[in-house]
């Protein structure tokens, strides 16, 4: 395969599918992308610590061959576009990637190109585990019982990009069929934006997520929707997961009407309890009553605000990681922003950045490095040496570089 800027190593092999999944070799290319504002900052520390970790595991006969692609400010400037074709090309070809995080403008420019990379390759699950690492601050009195996994629809809801500009030629050809044609009464001044959600797309991501539940031994998948107000979108999603349940995992799930009826209130061994919750509830849930909940599976609004909430309550987003994942491609980013400001200075948080990379290693079968890495974290935490946003918050931390945060990490696997 040809590159314009990409440059594939030679000493690497390529991933491919056999039998509906990724072969992973022993050593693989992984593309990344660096990343805008802080992105080659976090990027460096989470490669030297996966590097580390891979070493440690496997003694040598395991090596991830970091291959750099481009999106955002770097790929402007190589291309003279924010997302070439062929960072596209590249991310189908090698299957696995992560990315730093990369400029989204607010009310003007391109789109976000996150949400162009999810929707162009179809990585239609956005997945989200949050839970606490000790010694963090939290905001809460018992932060460890927080310990779910978010399963986000990613490429349908209001997020799909279908609207028009308050007063442009659209806009109100869009307003005025709508008004004559189902009487209704939209401001003409009015922006306009539409939200698909479909069955298809629905019953896929809660197939990912119950899939998810019985392979990792967690008791619930509860559905997040707002679908006692949008009743034909969110109302409909929430139907469709159910649908999605009782057709297909019928003999492995419990259905939250049927706990106390059939098997009272007692979840027998080895099912899985499916419920649904309203959005803004689920809110008060995860604070008031974490430990109920495991697995979440959410249209795409619902499950972006919730991640981020989440994530706050055990120590923020710098401490959050993310994965897009389709049927076998995945993608696994930061979930933070790119906080320009501190571009270059070796100060930021990496641990959103590294622990998605725990996920991609989970994803790739590497659960020996993904562990170790997990162990330096616990361990660099607990002894309060980290980077600035965690220092401010511990009494009698160690505020440390971002390049100093991984040393440390690689130091205590």
């Not at 440059?7 to 991933?15: E, F, M, N, R, S």
């Not at 989970?362 to 600035?388: F, N, P, Q």
């Amino acid at each position: 395969m040809g590159y314009q800027k990409i440059k594939v190593p030679a000493d690497g092999t390529k991933i491919v599918i056999a039998d509906g999944k990724p072969s992973i070799p022993g050593n693989p290319i992984i593309p990344y992308i660096e990343g805008d504002g802080i992105g080659r900052d976090i990027t460096l520390a989470m490669k030297k610590t996966v590097d580390a970790a891979v070493a440690k595991s496997y003694g040598g006969k395991r090596k991830i061959v970091w291959m750099e692609i481009y999106a955002g400010e770097k790929a402007n400037e190589l291309y003279g576009s924010y997302l070439p074709d062929e960072t596209i090309e590249a991310l189908r070809d090698f299957v696995i990637a992560i990315k730093g995080p990369l400029t989204t403008p607010i009310g003007k420019g391109f789109r976000s190109l996150n949400v162009s990379i999810r929707q162009i390759l179809d990585l239609y699950a956005c997945v989200r585990p949050v839970r606490y690492f000790k010694g963090t601050p939290s905001p809460l009195v018992k932060p460890e019982l927080l310990d779910i996994v978010l399963f986000r629809e990613n490429t349908e809801d209001v997020y799909a990009g279908i609207e028009w500009e308050s007063g442009s030629d659209d806009a109100k050809e869009v307003i005025n069929f709508i008004n004559q044609k189902f009487d209704f009464n939209i401001r003409e001044e009015s922006g306009i934006g539409i939200k698909p959600m479909s069955e298809f797309a629905s019953r896929r991501l809660m197939r990912k997520g119950i899939e998810y539940a019985l392979a990792n031994n967690r008791k619930s998948v509860t559905i997040v929707h707002k679908g006692n107000i949008m009743k034909f979108t969110e109302g409909a999603f929430n139907n469709w997961c159910k649908k999605e349940a009782a057709e297909n995992f019928r003999d492995v799930i419990v259905l939250e009407e049927e706990l106390n009826q059939l098997y009272g209130g007692k979840l027998p061994e080895g099912k899985v309890l499916v419920n649904d919750r309203i959005a803004d509830s689920m809110f008060q849930q995860l604070l008031l009553r974490p430990d109920e909940y495991d697995v979440l599976v959410t249209p795409n609004l619902n499950g972006d605000y919730l991640s981020d909430s989440a994530a706050a309550m055990v120590g923020g987003l710098g401490m959050a990681p993310g994965s897009n994942i389709g049927d076998y491609l995945a993608v696994f980013e930061a979930t933070h922003g790119t906080a320009p400001k501190y571009a270059n200075m070796d100060k930021v948080n990496p641990g959103s950045l590294i622990l998605s990379s725990v996920l991609m290693l989970r994803y790739m079968g590497w659960g020996e490095a993904a562990d170790l890495i997990e162990k330096g974290i616990d361990a660099t935490i607990l002894k309060k040496t980290v980077t600035y946003d965690l220092a401010r918050q511990i009494e009698n931390a160690k505020e440390v570089k971002t390049s100093e945060f991984a040393d440390e990490i690689c130091g205590n696997m």
